[in-house]
């Protein structure tokens, strides 16, 4: 089956820092990438929508500046949190399309990041 | 907007019991429904869409537009089915996944 792998599983990080985390499709290509944040106990909330070769789309509320999505490559897509805060401190996962025809998006194991 | 909502956050039933997930969904087009599953330190998964008709596992789900539900069903629940349950759906051909906020379910022993 499809594998979407995520890197780092965790991260802790001094507020003011900047992170960056991976998201990689492993056995197929993916032409569409989406990253969530999910808080304590509630859903998955969809930051951005990001296509390999152009610029992501942002969900209304979610700052582009604060939060850097490059798509480079159809296996590699990156989400960069610049100048963390401790309110940014979230479970982060990524999931991966093979295209629309498809359907079906293919989910990454998550990222903790704790912001001090 | 739409919207799906999951009325019962926690649900807890005993072994062979059915079991029944609630989502109703508001979206005036015509959404595509899915119910993804997280197991215990696993990532989400998908379990069924509805365009599928199909079971997994035992479950079966029911798209009823007149109700706007996609509700999550199965006639004997199994242990290993204790999971936290998310109901979500795709409008107009987008991939975009909006989700419910979840419910986790409990099979006892």
């Known amino acids: 089956g499809a594998v979407v792998s995520q890197h780092p599983s965790w991260v802790i990080c001094k507020s003011g820092t900047s992170v960056k985390i991976e998201c990689r499709s492993l056995?197929?290509?993916?032409?569409?990438m989406f990253w969530y944040r999910q808080f304590p106990k509630q859903s998955l909330m969809l930051m951005a929508t990001?296509?390999?070769?152009?610029?992501?789309?942002?969900e209304q509320g979610v700052e582009k500046d604060k939060f850097l999505i490059n798509h480079a490559s159809l296996t590699l897509s990156t989400l960069t949190v610049t100048s963390a805060h401790p309110e940014d401190s979230s479970f982060y996962i990524c999931?991966?399309?093979?295209?629309?025809?498809?359907?079906?998006?293919?989910f990454g194991p998550g990222t903790r990041l704790t912001v001090l | 907007a739409q919207r799906v909502t999951q009325p019962e956050k926690l649900l807890s039933v005993f072994k062979g019991a059915p079991v029944e997930l609630k989502c109703n969904y508001s979206?005036?087009?015509?959404?595509?429904l899915f119910w993804y599953v997280q197991y215990s330190r696993q990532r989400l998964q998908l379990l069924l869409r509805?365009?599928s008709r199909e079971s997994i596992k035992g479950f079966t789900a029911d798209l009823n537009k007149g109700e706007t539900s996609f509700h999550l069903k199965k006639p004997f629940a199994q242990e290993e089915d204790s999971a936290m349950y998310y109901c979500?759906?795709?409008?107009?051909?987008?991939?975009?996944?909006?989700f419910g906020k979840g419910t986790k379910l409990t099979v006892n022993p």
């Open positions: 979500a759906l795709t409008q107009g051909g987008s991939e975009k996944l909006v």
């Open positions: 509805h365009i």
């Open positions: 056995d197929f290509q993916a032409t569409t």
């Open positions: 979206y005036s087009g015509s959404p595509e």
């Open positions: 999931s991966a399309s093979a295209g629309a025809g498809y359907n079906e998006q293919f």
């Open positions: 990001s296509n390999e070769g152009s610029k992501a789309t942002y």
